[in-house]
């Protein structure tokens, strides 16, 4: 026992250097600003499809592991995060939205719940009477498909604007259909706009009439751009007005996108003017989403101005443009998009009358080409020149096929040019034919999953079952040919809610309760990818957001509920626990 110091003191001296060794052999890491633990982090990267923990330095992602293996990267100044078995993912990319107009919805009467047009009618009485007279009234969201009852009296379905100008007689009424692609205006509205039963219909839209030709008050496709009041028949805000409300309809964008977890917006379509703020946005760091920006203009000023405005990833990879926009058809709802056959439920010859009034021949049966193909096809050529990305928005079979036969023309013509990335907005009705096109041309499919099951109780009436099941919202028929499909909402069309959509890409369930073409739908992991890594590979960003991984953007949003392994009917109970974007923590709820 006297003996047993020194042989302690022995066994010490000889495993100093071992352990010191082991000490200097052991990883040190500089502390991460922010740590997520003790969850469940779906990656979307193959490499290693699920971890942990992981932790954050500056907007970066630099580990992920198990809670042992990222313990290390806490320090004092560490904000740590305990999942407590929640799910983490990529945040979500919304490949197709309308930014500004997210944010304009939230100034307007929303029409989205309305159940009938007696219900509109009701709402803009109601809100006259806090809006003083001349200034205008405007509301988005009706559809007349998803009414519970058929306005009497009425023309295809749309009403007639006499309810609505008799509770509004001093105040211009403008209501935006759902889908965008129709606008109900009232008689103070088209007064002042100067239009009479002998104004013309545009190129690429109609005006609505009765059978004596005079306008019901519905303005489809290009058709609603003749309501712009004429000069001096309203007050123009002032410069300093116009700055103010944009600025507010900026941060209310901002605002709900981060509250469903979206961290990455695809603007689809916005012009010159919009962009100038989102960058001013950017510079004063207020702009928290990161938005990928679609050009929305005619070929003329495109040439124009178009090579000055391309920015790829400015102010801290917040915003991107590289893509130009172009619209060749309208909506389904709105009987506006542009078919190779006429559709099912407009048959030639006077329709159905409805309480004896008489609709005229619509303008056509298979839809709106609402702009020359002509004219799409210098769109590429310039889109070519500029080394920009072409985005056309196409749901009829007819806009499809002929959106892809422009690109083909165009990959043709410079074959030098590779991938391109070219993208169809919606993709929603396609002919068989041209479904592997998609494949083997390389064109990405940016559809919105919301649409299929929102729009499904009345598609087979629209086009009748066979070109429904052949051609509709087919998700699966399009990954199979190879082509990426990219999920999005088309907000305001719907709502931004992430949830619902990733909801309606795996079930394909309408209200009612029954599947549309369920073949068709996705596994919860194409979903989740649509919804993230495909939207990053849509915008050429793959390598730097959609998926966790170290030295990506810490882009991350934390939902309540598993979505990969829940029962279908939890999905939908799911909320948004935090939205992290550079690893800053923009949302909390």
């Known amino acids: 026992m006297r003996q047993a110091p020194g042989f302690l003191w022995l066994v010490l001296a000889c495993a100093a250097p071992v352990l010191a060794a082991f000490a200097a052999c052991a990883p040190r890491v500089d502390p991460a600003d922010l740590v997520l633990h003790n969850g469940k982090i779906a990656t979307v990267d193959t490499a290693r499809p699920s971890a942990q923990a992981l932790a954050v330095r500056g907007d970066t992602i630099v580990a992920l592991g198990t809670d042992e293996q990222i313990n290390p990267y806490i320090g004092e100044k560490t904000r740590v995060i305990d999942l407590a078995g929640k799910l983490a993912i990529p945040g979500f990319i919304d490949s197709h939205l309308h930014f500004m107009n997210v944010g304009e919805t939230k100034l307007e009467l929303d029409l989205t719940k309305a159940k009938n047009w007696d219900d509109i009618v009701a709402m803009v009485a109601e809100a006259v009477k806090t809006t003083p007279p001349g200034q205008p009234i405007r509301g988005r969201g009706w559809h007349q498909e998803k009414w519970d009852s058929v306005p009497v009296p009425n023309v295809q379905g749309f009403p007639l604007h006499d309810a609505l100008s008799k509770v509004s007689p001093n105040n211009p009424v403008y209501l935006t259909h759902a889908s965008g692609h129709a606008t109900i205006a009232n008689a103070k509205a088209m007064a002042l706009a100067g239009i009479t039963k002998k104004t013309a219909d545009p190129e690429g839209g109609d005006i609505l009439r009765d059978k004596n030709g005079n306008p019901i008050g519905t303005f489809r496709e290009n058709a609603a751009r003749l309501l712009h ?38 603007d689809a379509g916005v012009g010159f003017d919009t962009i100038d703020l989102y960058k001013k946005a950017a510079d004063d760091k207020t702009l928290g989403v990161r938005l990928n920006v679609m050009v929305i203009s005619g070929n003329d000023a495109l040439r124009q101005s178009l090579a000055k405005y391309k920015m790829i990833g400015y102010g801290d990879k917040h915003l991107t443009v590289r893509t130009i926009k172009r619209i060749l058809d309208g909506a389904l709802g709105s009987r506006t998009a542009w078919l190779l056959e006429p559709y099912a439920d407009l048959p030639a010859g006077t329709m159905k009358i409805e309480e004896g009034v008489h609709t005229a021949e619509p303008v056509s049966r298979t839809g709106i080409e609402t702009m020359p193909v002509p004219e799409l096809a210098e769109t590429a050529k310039i889109a070519m020149e500029n080394g920009f990305q072409l985005a056309v928005h196409a749901i009829g079979d007819r806009a499809n096929r002929e959106a892809l036969n422009v690109f083909d023309e165009a990959f043709k013509a410079h074959p030098d040019k590779k991938d391109l990335r070219w993208r169809i ?45 052949e051609g509709a919202y087919v998700w699966q028929k399009l990954m199979k040919s190879g082509a990426v499909v990219a999920n999005g909402t088309d907000a305001p069309v719907e709502a931004v809610d992430t949830i619902p959509g990733f909801y ?86």
């Open 229 to 266: 009041p004429r000069p001096g028949s309203m007050p123009e805000p002032t410069p300093e007005q116009a700055a103010a409300h944009a600025q507010k309809v900026l941060a209310l964008a901002v605002q709900e996108c981060l509250s469903k977890g979206v961290t990455t917006a695809h």
């Open 425 to 469: 907005e919606h993709a929603q009705h396609i002919n068989a034919a041209d479904i592997p096109r998609f494949g083997q041309m390389g064109v990405i499919a940016s559809m919105q999953g919301i649409h299929c099951t929102s729009d499904g109780p009345y598609v087979p009436l629209r086009l009748g079952a066979q070109r429904a099941e």
């Open 504 to 589: 309606a890409l795996v079930t394909r369930k309408m209200k009612n309760g029954q599947a549309f073409y369920p073949d068709q739908r996705m596994t919860r992991e194409q979903a989740l990818k649509a919804y993230t890594l495909s939207g990053a590979y849509a915008a050429f960003e793959e390598t730097i957001k959609g998926s966790l991984a170290p030295d990506k953007l810490a882009d991350i949003t934390i939902l309540s509920k598993d979505i990969l392994t829940i029962p279908e009917d939890e999905i939908l109970k799911t909320e948004v626990l935090y939205t992290i974007v550079g690893g800053k923590v923009l949302y909390k709820k």
